[in-house]
């Protein structure tokens, strides 16, 4: 099964910063480290500005498709319902990688404290 949307670009429109801080916010135990920490990683290189403009609508998609509730498998499916956001994170994530530096990244880590008072700035691996 498909769980990566085909076109992620499209879910641009649903993307805006309160949004996703909201999302963040209320979602964060939920969908876990490995997806909160894609989402800062995108997040950071879409605020780069020697991020690409066509990497940044790969990043504003998959954003935008994070954000919504209702998307492949929805959110509060116990389980299952990061999966879907799990898999688009990542692939455009892997679309975008060699924009993301290591002060993405540390911004990223830095932030991951705000979710996880527990995260220790260590690596996460990103592999499914």
Same mark, same amino acid.
Request: glycine fraction near 6%.
């Given at each position: ?30 969908? @876990?480290? $490995?997806? %909160?920490? *894609?989402?800062? !990683?995108? =997040?950071?290189? +879409?605020?780069?500005?020697?991020? #690409?403009? @066509?990497? $940044?609508? %790969?990043? *504003?998609?998959? !954003?935008? =498709?994070?954000? +919504?509730?209702?998307?492949?498998? #929805? ?14 994170? +990542? ?38």
């Amino acid at each position: 099964m498909e769980k990566t949307p085909k076109d992620i670009v499209k879910y641009q429109k649903h993307y805006t910063k309160e949004r996703l801080d909201r999302k963040l916010v209320r979602w964060s135990k939920r969908a @876990g480290q $490995k997806v %909160i920490y *894609l989402v800062l !990683l995108l =997040y950071y290189a +879409l605020t780069d500005k020697k991020t #690409p403009i @066509g990497y $940044k609508a %790969i990043i *504003l998609g998959a !954003l935008g =498709y994070f954000i +919504l509730p209702l998307d492949m498998l #929805p959110d509060f499916i116990l389980g299952l319902g990061f999966t879907d956001d799990m898999a688009a994170l +990542l692939a455009a994530y892997q679309a975008i990688q060699a924009s993301v530096t290591p002060e993405v990244e540390e911004k990223a880590k830095k932030r991951m404290k705000e979710f996880f008072h527990d995260y220790d700035g260590e690596d996460i691996r990103l592999e499914e």
